[in-house]
């Protein structure tokens, strides 16, 4: 122990000089030796914690501890003497560096270790030991002098430089921020051991105010648990994370914090983790963020004001014209614990794909806003009842529920909503958006994922409603909905050139429902594109299939009024096509006449694509909407059908006016160049009225009912009144799927 004592000890060297003296002219005999070593010591270590241990005897005792020791260990000397001096240690001590004061000890050498050690209370702290080896006269190692230094500071000093240097690169910004070390054990605690002076500036807390308490205490409670979940994670885990979340700072006020923690040891056998971490203050930058010329960076969302001018606007309109305006605000559930707990760039791409499929889910007019993080609004100018307001929002909401995927990650969110109607429930922005807000946190509280309205009554009719809508995706999923077929009669040959698909509802409790029971309720839920993407791959399959057997009956599905808008209709159609290898000749589509001259306008190209790809398109119900001529004239359709009141009309003691209303709408048909049938045809008088004016085809209960795809040979093979006595009880008797 030559120079390492002199070099390393912060003592006056004269002193140094004096023990280094004593201890080489040597303590012969072991007992008093160690006395007087420590008589010696106690004056030249004066207030240092020191030990000394006899490592000639069994266990290397500690023979004695300095008051300093006292006071750094909490340890007193009479629970120190006689034990090893690992005692202050635990399982988690690196046994390598153990192993390397030991040894060098062994061979008289001082040596330096670092090592976690814990006060009698449990608190860790760093331990710099310096082991001097006391030799006897004879060379040989006698006792051991261990001189402790409370080193905990700058540990903590240097993991956090550590850190701060890992974070330099991206901190940008000019957010106050400071630095931190904190020990996570095995109970989910995680104890400040240490924090930097910057600190004040971002919380107003000494570092002396934080030490020892627990980190997750001074993040604000809603963001806690999300919070416990990442300290639990780099705990296990390990590496770094960058979170945000909110603080509270020493008046109790909320910080929005960046925080960049990473794992600088861990002691696995004692269930402890050390994490050093850089928290930014990012409050202002969030507050930017959301008003940077009125778009929301992240999402490019328009924000607040854009909001409260389109939801003005749209209060007025509703009051000129008697509509109804509905502000929604739709929230993510927990989207604060996927903040806390994911990459933030996947985060933002999480909220960013979020926005978008809001937006996907509404329309144009619609306005979507980010009112604030995870937080959407929507305006919804021109509702025709307060319940309109439901389908747009069980839309929203089934959107978010899809589950998101980036990369090989993978989450499912989900939505809570809360709807305000002027002039209903406020004629004013600011009062809507309150409303709005307190039915959302209704719809919170009661659980997430579900919206409530600002109006009770609203929100029973919207019960009844999303039980009706519940039972109708059961339908689907559990393949409730059947199709029947109803043959349409060619008269010049009376054969059956095709049959329209009819859906029905094999309703679990109420028996087969028509589609007059549930189509309203089914196209007020929007699920008319799922409905026809049903039938048209029933349908088709079935076409196929009466195909592979040598019949050549084309099939006719009808299609609904949103459908035909829908972006991929003429890809479904080719694609169902193509699945099945369905000449496309085989099958046609219904466009109901009343559709509406604004869908035909704007579905016209999808119709144009799917008649150049070979399917006909007939327009149905002919005669029941005011369809002008010019525009009939201009629409894609290859048949006409006559709408079945007319043909009613030219029954037995038919008005000549109504005979000669229907030759003219025949008339019109041929002179387009359409093929037309008659619907409805109950009666043989009525069959030959319609013949008798060139009708190229017919479809009715005189010729079938619709039936199961199994019975449509029997039915369009047998004679009319077998027909009849065939499929008039189909109603009532539970069917097969086709
Ligand atoms: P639609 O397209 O006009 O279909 C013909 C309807 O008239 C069918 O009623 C059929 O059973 C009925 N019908 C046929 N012959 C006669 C007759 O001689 N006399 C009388 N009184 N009625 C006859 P259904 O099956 O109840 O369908 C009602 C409407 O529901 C259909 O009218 C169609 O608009 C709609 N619909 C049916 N299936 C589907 C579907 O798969 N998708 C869509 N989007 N709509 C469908
Ligand atoms: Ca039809
Ligand atoms: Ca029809």
Redesign the pocket.
């Known amino acids: 122990m030559d120079e390492p004592l002199s070099a390393a000890m912060p003592t006056d060297r004269a002193r140094l000089k004096a023990v280094r003296e004593r201890v080489l002219s040597g303590f012969r005999d072991a007992d008093s030796g160690s006395d007087e070593l420590v008589a010696v010591l106690q004056t030249v270590l004066a207030g240092e914690s020191f030990s000394v241990s006899d490592v000639r005897r069994i266990g290397q005792p500690i023979v004695f501890v300095s008051d300093g020791f006292q006071a750094l260990t909490g340890f007193r000397r009479e629970e120190a003497v006689g034990r090893d001096l690992g005692f202050l240690m635990r399982a988690d001590t690196d046994q390598d560096e153990a192993r390397e004061v030991r040894e060098a000890v062994r061979e008289g050498r001082a040596a330096t270790a670092l090592v976690r050690c814990y006060r009698r209370d449990g608190s860790l702290f760093w331990n710099e030991q310096r082991h001097y080896p006391v030799k006897d006269p004879h060379g040989r190692v006698a006792h051991l002098v261990v001189v402790q230094r409370d080193v905990t500071e700058l540990v903590h000093a240097r993991s956090a430089h550590e850190v701060a240097r890992q974070l330099a690169s991206s901190l940008g910004g000019e957010g106050a921020f400071f630095s931190y070390g904190a020990i996570l054990d095995g109970d989910g605690g995680s104890r400040i051991g240490w924090a930097h002076e910057s600190v004040a500036a971002v919380l107003g807390f000494t570092p002396a105010e934080l030490h020892e308490r627990e980190l997750l205490e001074l993040i604000v409670p809603e963001d806690r648990e999300a919070a416990r979940a990442r300290l639990l994670a780099l705990r296990d885990e390990g590496g770094s994370r960058r979170d945000r979340y909110r603080m509270l700072n020493a008046e109790g006020r909320v910080r929005w914090v960046e925080d960049f923690a990473a794992v600088s040891w861990s002691a696995k056998e004692a269930g402890l983790v050390a994490i050093h971490g850089v928290v930014r203050d990012v409050s202002a930058e969030r507050l930017k963020r959301l008003e940077v010329g009125g778009v929301d960076a992240v999402t490019g969302l328009p924000t607040v004001g854009v909001l409260v001018d389109r939801l003005d606007q749209a209060i007025r309109q509703a009051r000129r014209y008697g509509g109804v305006a509905g502000l929604v605000v739709v929230e993510l559930d927990h989207f604060d614990f996927v903040h806390r707990t994911m990459d933030p760039r996947r985060a933002e791409r999480l909220l960013r794909e979020a926005a978008r499929r809001l937006q996907r889910a509404l329309r144009r007019s619609d306005t979507l806003a980010l009112l604030r993080e995870s937080c959407f609004a929507v305006v919804l100018p021109d509702l025709a009842d307060a319940e309109a307001a439901v389908p747009v929002v069980e839309k929203l909401l089934a959107w978010v529920a899809r589950p998101f995927e980036d990369g090989s990650l993978r989450v499912e969110l989900s939505a809570s909503a809360g709807v305000a109607l002027a002039p209903a429930d406020g004629r004013r922005p600011e009062v809507l958006r309150e409303r709005a807000e307190f039915a959302l946190q209704r719809a919170r509280t009661a659980g997430g994922s579900r919206f409530a309205f600002a109006d009770d009554a609203l929100e029973r009719a919207a019960e009844a409603r999303i039980d009706f809508e519940r039972e109708l995706r059961r339908a689907f999923a559990e393949n409730q909905l059947v199709l029947h077929y109803?043959p349409r009669i060619r008269f010049s040959d009376a054969s059956t050139r095709a049959v329209?698909?009819?859906?029905r509802w094999r309703h679990p409790e109420r028996g087969l429902l028509?589609?007059?029971e549930f189509?309203a309720g089914l196209y007020r839920a929007r699920m008319?594109d799922t409905?026809?993407e049903w039938?048209l791959e029933q349908a088709v399959a079935q076409a196929a299939a009466w195909r592979e057997c040598g019949d050549t009956r084309r099939v006719s599905?009808?299609?609904?009024p949103e459908t035909l808008v829908h972006r991929e209709f003429s890809q479904l159609v080719r694609s169902a096509l193509e699945r099945h290898q369905l000449h496309p000749g085989l099958l046609e589509l219904?466009l109901?006449e009343n559709t509406g001259v604004l869908a035909f306008e704007r579905g016209v190209d999808q119709l144009t694509a799917v008649r150049r790809h070979g399917v006909t398109v007939a327009l149905?119900?002919f005669g029941t909407a005011a369809t002008n001529l010019t525009q009939l004239r201009l629409l894609p359709v290859d048949t006409l059908k006559i709408d079945?009141s007319f043909v009613a009309r030219v029954g037995d003691g038919a008005d000549p006016g109504d005979v000669e209303l229907l030759r003219a709408m025949v008339g019109i048909g041929h002179g387009l160049g359409l093929c037309v049938v008659a619907?409805?045809?109950?009666t043989t008088v009525q069959r030959e009225r319609v013949q008798a004016m060139d009708v190229d085809e017919g479809?009715?209960?005189?010729f079938s009912?619709?039936v199961p795809a199994e019975l449509i040979d029997a039915a369009t093979a047998a004679p009319p009144s077998v027909l009849r006595s065939l499929s008039v009880p189909i109603r009532s008797r539970p069917v097969q799927a086709s």
């Open positions: 109803q329209e698909a009819l859906v028509l589609p007059d189509l008319g409905l026809f039938v599905v009808n299609v609904g219904e109901h149905d119900d079945r619907e409805g045809i109950e479809q009715g209960f005189l009912h619709a």
